[in-house]
């Protein structure tokens, strides 16, 4: 029998602006109401060995040195290859918290160089779409208070001006708004999930054979 491969849609975006509760909306309403084949999953995967290390430095219990810890997201990518390549040819559609446009984004955002950054990631398996949740460079919807490395105001800011490089980079890349019009608030969780739903229902439609394509190449 002849299954068609899975889409790979990725969330990117800022800490805290809503990427987790939307993936799980769609991949709720994907699986239980259109019942497509699913799973969602999100980077880092904290509980791999490595993915073990970048959490503790997440939470300020180990040091490692920038290039070091870029290379450790990266290598935590590099592990979970083979089983999404095997779950995509099965079938499934892969929902991905963050992706290796993380990685360049809050590596660059230190200093460090993007062509190194993205070297690292080359040959992955390249997303279907990437949605880039983007709450317009002047809001102060968000507020950073958490306790893990990154979440200051300050850092995102830094970050976000970096994820900016990706936007017309490539056509997979769609920006969805979070914030309302008057650039005071964030949009209601459903009209943001039905813009998503569109999206991903033109990416799934444009999925016509099994072959798997590489990121960055
Ligand atoms: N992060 C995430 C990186 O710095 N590089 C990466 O490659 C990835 C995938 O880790 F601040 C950062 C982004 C975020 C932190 O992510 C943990 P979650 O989504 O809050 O678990």
């Known amino acids: 029998m002849c299954t068609k491969r899975g889409a790979l849609i990725i969330f990117e975006g800022l800490d805290r602006i809503g990427k987790t509760t939307q993936s799980k909306l769609l991949s709720n309403y994907l699986s239980e109401e259109c019942g497509i084949l699913c799973e969602r999953l999100a980077f880092p995967d904290r509980s791999t060995q490595i993915g073990s290390l970048i959490d503790n430095y997440l939470q300020r219990k180990i040091e490692f040195n920038d290039h070091t810890i870029h290379l450790l997201f990266s290598a935590n990518r590099w592990e979970c290859m083979d089983s999404?390549?095997?779950?995509?040819?099965?079938?499934?559609?892969?929902?991905?918290?963050?992706?290796?446009y993380s990685g360049v984004a809050f590596s660059q955002a230190k200093g460090l160089d993007k062509k190194w950054c993205?070297?690292?990631?080359?040959?992955?398996?390249?997303?279907?779409?990437?949605?880039?949740?983007?709450?317009?460079?002047q809001s102060n919807c968000l507020s950073y208070t958490g306790d893990e490395r990154y979440e200051t105001k300050q850092f995102q800011e830094k970050v976000e001006s970096q994820f900016e490089q990706f936007r017309s980079s490539s056509h997979q890349w769609k920006d969805i708004n979070v914030i309302n019009s008057d650039n005071t608030n964030m949009r209601d969780k459903e009209s943001i999930q039905n813009e998503i739903r569109l999206y991903v229902k033109e990416s799934l439609e444009k999925i016509k054979s099994n072959n798997i394509e590489e990121l960055w190449k």
């Open 84 to 100: 999404m390549r095997e779950k995509l040819l099965q079938g499934y559609t892969l929902i991905v918290d963050r992706y290796a």
């Open 118 to 137: 993205q070297s690292c990631d080359i040959g992955l398996i390249k997303p279907d779409l990437v949605l880039y949740f983007n709450r317009g460079i």
